[in-house]
């Protein structure tokens, strides 16, 4: 039985890299993997050029090139959701330190350090009107991005008393489908940020989120004196409009994940150092949930979370000797044409499963019989074809 080269990049959870098995060689050190499990680190797929695929651990993939991945044939996973609570306690963390002055009063009473207990208090009740804040309850809170994370940031925002209202330009309903009812869904920009006293952003970064938060169709809508949180991405927010908003007083408030020169030191600006998904539950669920899909992947061509294939799963019955899979450019006449290259080698499909995302098609086509190196060539060799495998299937109780 074949066994897979596994790269890892970044420290990813043991608790994720035992679910490989004897079938799979793990390394950081690995030079030509055929799947690679990374964080956030840079991938170059030049260097490896029998990749098959690469899975992220976490939501975001703007440190993996998925343009030329999918051109290679690549398949690039991400794991949504696995981090989603990681991130919205935090949302709630920071926006509750930030309302009430946490971090400047925790400095305050670092300063008291050398006093006995009667200074101390008569320091304290003099003072500690400096660091009145307020409360959530009764604001209005606008999500953007309602993918897992930004669902969980609206509900939570429920359970702590607000208005809560939600949008996203193109929303999965699978995703809308766990949004409390209470929830509000805006139809557009302006009507999510007319009444916000919150907004926190959760959209991916892609070109079309990049630069989203800026004054012209957004910060101009905000109401004068709201606060904004970026949990996603750093290149989705504007920094320079972010700070012309700050000192209009359009807004009153920045909280970011993403420390940057313009940001540091900023006596309006709350920054974290990347911390979204830095908890020892997140970084296990996301190991085990990129684990899976790419084992699922390398063994038997199966795609769940893919962000340039279409998922499509099937599983083989035992009378399934090859599976076939073919990636190519959704065009016309792609079926057709692998099925009569198969027929005319006399090989006999026991099940044909195609889809399609709009961009790519994807086959899985389980074969009774083997399937030669020259038909996995010629294949390949057809317009449009990005890439063949062949995938010898070892099922339990057959005997060849």
Known sequence: MKQFKIKTINAIAKEGLKLFGTRFAVSPDEAAPEGIVVRSSKVDLSLFPELLAVARAGAGVNNIPVEEATEKGVCVFNTPGANANAVVELVYTSLGIWLRNVEKSIEFCQGLTGMNDEEINKEVEARKKKFKGEEMAGKTLAVFGLGKIGVGVANAGLHHGMRVLGFDPFPALDNIHHLAPEVTLARSRKEALADADFISIHMPLNKNTRGYVTEKDFLEFVKDGAVLINYARGPIVDEDAVLASLASGKLRGHISDFPSVKFLGHEQILVTPHLGASTAESEENCATMAVRELKNY???????????????????????????????????????????????????????????????????????????????????????????????????????
């Open 298 to 400: 390398l063994e038997f061509g199966n795609i769940v979370h893919s962000v340039n294939f279409p998922n499509i799963e099937t599983i083989p019955t035992v009378d399934v000797h090859t599976r076939l899979t073919v990636i190519n450019r959704d065009q016309p006449g792609m079926i057709g044409m692998i099925s009569n290259i198969l027929g005319a080698e006399r090989i006999n499909i026991m099940n044909y499963t195609n889809k399609s995302n709009g961009t790519v098609g994807y086959n899985i086509i389980d074969c009774a019989g083997p399937v030669s190196e020259e038909v996995q060539t010629k294949i390949a060799q057809q317009d449009g074809v990005l890439r063949v495998r062949v995938i010898p299937l070892e099922i339990k109780g057959r005997v060849d």
